[in-house]
């Protein structure tokens, strides 16, 4: 198992919903030394109905995280599917995350090479689930001409498209072990690459065994009440004994 100074570990809900909800996520990171929450202000969903994300209202329970943890106690991940997103998320994200939808937004990925400055600790690049991992080194090219450090760039697998997987997607361990031989940390997403809770802490020790660099998990206090991807949501309890037996 790897190092956990190394390894990134991200967790936290689909999306950011209210202080009640984030508070017990951000309590369950700090007791065990981990610092990189999910802090979704901005969903891309597929389907125009479904929650969208809080917005700019959300930056208030930022502030209000804030008051109680200090930046390097507590640091957020925040999505950003446009530059004006981008604006917004910019000072408070240390990891700003392009989805999988944007993955080849290249407007997108030219402009965060102009906004990442010292205070952000990497990009983080989800692969589309129909890219090839070609095109997902092509995608982080872009981010590096426009002046992102390569070291400061973590590509995130989060499985595929498919056909014959009886949840429609497929985590592809195959290109994200391709995609290191690149240079790049490369980091799994086990919730997005198999949409059901049950599946994703298997995927994650999987992960681990793999020799990949890190996780990001989706995790909510009341997972049935999630208001996106409630399906794949692991509870804090479950979250809280993968740490404490896979990450110590
Ligand atoms: C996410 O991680 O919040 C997300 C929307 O995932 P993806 O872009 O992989 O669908
Ligand atoms: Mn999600």
Redesign the pocket.
Do not use: I, S, T
């Given at each position: 198992m790897q190092n956990k100074n190394d390894s990134l570990y991200i967790f936290g809900p689909?999306s950011l919903e209210s202080l009640e909800q984030i508070t017990p996520v951000a309590a369950l990171l700090k007791r065990h030394g981990l610092v990189y929450l999910?802090t979704?202000l901005f969903?891309?969903r597929t389907n125009p109905d479904s929650f969208q994300g809080l917005g700019p209202a959300g930056v208030s329970i930022l502030e209000e995280l804030r008051k109680i943890y200090s930046t390097s106690e507590l640091k957020f991940v925040c999505?950003a599917c446009s530059t004006a997103q981008l604006k917004i998320i910019k000072p408070w994200a240390s990891i700003i995350?392009i989805?999988?939808?944007n993955m080849q937004n290249f407007e997108l990925l030219k402009a965060i090479g102009q906004e990442f400055s010292a205070h952000h600790d990497y990009v983080l690049l989800?692969r589309g689930?129909a890219n090839t991992v070609d095109e997902w080194i092509e995608a982080a090219r872009y981010l590096m001409q426009g002046g992102v450090p390569k070291e400061k760039i973590v590509l995130?697998e989060?499985g595929t498209r498919s056909v014959t997987s009886p949840t429609g997607v497929q985590l592809d361990f195959i290109a994200a072990l391709e995609a290191k031989k690149h240079g790049f940390k490369v980091i799994i997403?086990p919730s997005?690459g198999s949409k059901r809770s049950e599946f994703v802490i298997p995927l994650a020790r999987a992960s681990l065994h793999l020799g990949l660099d890190g996780l990001?998990v989706?995790c909510h206090p009341k997972p049935a009440e999630s208001v996106s991807d409630a399906k794949q949501a692991i509870s804090l309890e479950v979250t809280e004994e993968f740490i404490k037996t896979s990450l110590k």
């Open positions: 689909c999910r979704q969903k891309p999505e995350q989805g999988a939808r989800k689930f995130c989060r997403d997005h990001m989706e």
